[in-house]
């Protein structure tokens, strides 16, 4: 926390060891705070922790081999880390919720399945993970008081957060059920930061798709990464922004990062 100011960003890596110049180069310019990290497609003993710790950041992080993994990156050492949901977490589900305190902030880091397919069993695992982050959120905290919950959430929570809407109107990430599943969370509580400050406009995204010509020039993107808060801490959020400039750097992630700012 700087001159009472606080930022927190979340990027999907899509590797964070490939993505690691950008990253500690983004953190130097941005003064951000802490920076919630998805998609690190690392073990924990490939985790480049070194690297964070010269540049002066402290890192929890969660990785199995394959392509999931969570970090939180932060000036303050986090407290009260904590990986996965509930009883039902198979390994892998540790490498999708991270949870810890940081500036007396609960944070919960979050990259959600992303279902491959509706007619998959990865799709109602999906939906089964949205139900049992919902079940945490009452079990564990209060809409009353200060929680941050951010990450990948593969959801497009409305028309204006997808470029073409009606072409992926069965997508998992735009699926009539994903998006209920993604409100039925919300409605415990919580405040959509960027939409706060930026309601009803689009052309705001997060993911460029890779196999697209030009995605980011054409502006054909979709808004799957979000900063969440409770009441009490939206009320102090000032400002939110995507930094599409980081999508057209060398070598970038499908994803930019996500910035929301505080006032304490």
């Known amino acids: 926390m700087n001159d009472d100011h606080w930022r927190v960003a979340t990027f999907n ?32 003993r490939e985790f480049p922790l070194d690297e964070f710790r010269r ?20 000036r303050r050492e986090p407290q009260q880390v904590r990986f996965g949901l ?15 305190v940081i500036d007396e902030v609960p944070i919960l880091n979050t990259y959600v399945p992303q279902g491959r397919d509706i007619q998959s069993p990865e799709f109602q695992r999906k939906l089964r ?11 564990e ?5 200060p929680l941050l919950w951010l990450g990948d959430l593969n959801v497009a929570p409305e028309p204006i957060d997808v470029y073409d809407p009606k072409r992926f109107k069965d997508h998992v990430d735009f699926h009539p059920a994903v998006r209920q599943a993604f409100r039925d ?12 400050h930026h309601p009803n406009e689009p052309n705001h995204y997060t993911y460029y798709d890779y196999r697209a010509k030009n995605p980011v020039e054409e502006n054909k993107g979709w808004r799957v990464d979000h900063i969440l808060a409770t009441a009490p801490l939206a009320e102090r959020c000032i400002n939110a922004w995507i930094d599409t400039q980081a999508r057209l750097v060398e070598r970038p992630s499908d994803h930019t990062f996500l910035v929301a700012e505080f006032s304490f």
């Open 129 to 139: 993970w949205f139900a049992r982050l919902r079940a945490l959120l009452e079990r």
């Open 185 to 196: 969370i919300m409605a415990w509580g919580l405040v959509d930061l960027f939409r706060r």
């Open 86 to 100: 509930d009883q039902e977490d198979e390994e892998e589900d540790k490498a999708r919720a991270l949870r810890c």
């Open 141 to 145: 905290y209060a809409p009353d008081e």
């Open 13 to 44: 890596a899509n590797s964070i060891r490939t993505r690691l110049p950008q990253i500690l180069d983004w953190l130097e310019r941005t003064d951000v705070d802490v920076l919630a990290v998805q998609e690190t497609k690392v073990q924990n």
């Open 55 to 74: 540049a002066g950041f402290y890192a929890v992080f969660y990785g199995v081999k394959g392509h999931s993994g969570v970090a939180v990156i932060s």
